[in-house]
């Protein structure tokens, strides 16, 4: 009985631990992606308008708000589902 205790620990372990990668993953792309690439954007079209930093500057406070409303929907996720749990 005890080795099936602890097989079935060692597989609790590494779902835990394959769910915090897996969310960890997620929101690090979240983050990442909204940020950088709408800062890229706005870099680009500065380039292209003349308009520098106005462009850059946008799309790094809309991309910092985009990455904040994409967490903030992530945390919502796994609250209902550990509330349903």
């Given at each position: 009985?005890?080795?099936?205790d602890?097989?079935?620990?060692k597989?609790?372990d590494?779902?835990?631990?394959?769910l915090?990668?897996?969310?960890?993953?997620?929101?690090t792309?979240?983050?990442?992606?909204?940020?950088v690439?709408?800062?890229?954007?706005?870099?680009w079209l500065?380039?292209?308008?003349?308009l520098r930093?106005?462009?850059?500057?946008m799309?790094?406070?809309?991309?910092?708000i985009?990455?904040?409303?994409?967490?903030?929907?992530?945390?919502?996720k796994?609250?209902?589902?550990?509330?349903?749990?």
């Amino acid at each position: 009985m005890k080795e099936t205790d602890t097989s079935a620990s060692k597989t609790d372990d590494f779902n835990a631990a394959t769910l915090l990668t897996k969310t960890m993953i997620g929101t690090t792309w979240r983050m990442f992606l909204p940020t950088v690439g709408l800062t890229l954007l706005g870099l680009w079209l500065d380039d292209r308008t003349g308009l520098r930093p106005k462009l850059t500057l946008m799309g790094i406070v809309i991309g910092v708000i985009v990455a904040a409303v994409l967490v903030f929907l992530q945390i919502a996720k796994i609250k209902r589902q550990e509330s349903n749990k």
